[in-house]
Nanobody
Framework: QLRLVESGGGLVQPGGSLRLSCVAS????????MGWYRQAPGKQRELVAV?????SVNYADSVKGRFTVSADKNAIYLQMNNLKPEDTAVYYCNMNQIFWGQGTQVTVSS
């Protein structure tokens, strides 16, 4: 069973930065389609960024130029710069399309 543990969320002022991490542990054959999603209060969960086949990367339009996703053997990271209040949400990592982390809160507020 694959287990994902996220870290790095917190409270930051507008224009600030945060780096989220998600580490996979447990038994698995391979990791693929590693990505980040977020869910704001009262809204549906949405894609933020995903690393797909052939290391292709897709970003939500709202975060392009501000967020950067990266990954290594068993972890995925999200560098978030120039954060805005509308980025406030619970951020979840996802791997292999079916495994989810527990979520980490990101709050952007002055």
């Amino acid at each position: 069973q694959l287990r994902l543990v996220e870290s790095g969320g917190g409270l930051v002022q507008p224009g600030g930065s945060l780096r989220l991490s998600c580490v996979a542990s447990g038994r698995y054959y391979s990791l693929y389609d590693m990505g980040w999603y977020r869910q704001a209060p009262g809204k549906q969960r949405e894609l933020v960024a995903v690393i797909g086949g052939s290391d292709s990367v897709n970003y939500a339009d709202s975060v392009k130029g501000r967020f950067t996703v990266s990954a290594d053997k068993n972890a995925i990271y999200l560098q978030m710069n120039n954060l805005k209040p509308e980025d406030t949400a619970v951020y979840y990592c996802n791997m292999n399309q079916i495994f989810w982390g527990q979520g980490t809160q990101v709050t952007v507020s002055s």
